[in-house]
């Protein structure tokens, strides 16, 4: 099974931006679907980006233009370079991968917008 490590959260300005790391280890993330998630303070977890194993990508509407993933297969890495950050951008943000009916999941990394 994959293990997957989240870096690159910290506190960013409002218009600042992030690059997210996802380094796995165990296996290959080409055999995955990968996303990263968020989970603001009393909300629910949701979908911020995904990438499929043959690297189609799918955004929830408020980042898209201005979020992209990337997977790196030679780092075994995913990324999420994150621009034009908002205040409610702020979140725990985590990643996930997915092969058949396993689910995986990192620690996850905060991210805060705040001037």
């Known amino acids: 099974q994959v293990q997957l490590v989240e870096s690159g959260g910290g506190l960013v300005q409002p218009g600042g931006s992030l690059r997210l790391s996802c380094a796995a280890s165990?296996?290959?993330?080409?055999?995955?679907?990968m996303g990263w998630y968020r989970q603001a303070p009393g909300k629910q977890c949701e979908l911020v980006a995904g990438?499929?194993?043959?690297?189609?990508?799918n955004y929830a509407d408020s980042m898209k233009g201005r979020f992209t993933i990337s997977r790196d297969k030679a780092k075994n890495t995913v990324y999420l370079q994150m621009n034009s950050l908002k205040p409610e951008n702020t979140a725990v943000y985590y990643c996930?991968?997915?092969?058949?009916?396993?689910?995986?999941w990192g620690q996850g990394t905060q991210v805060t917008v705040s001037s």
């Open positions: 165990g296996d290959a993330v080409s055999i995955y679907s």
């Open positions: 990438i499929s194993t043959s690297d189609s990508t």
């Open positions: 996930n991968a997915i092969r058949l009916v396993y689910k995986f």
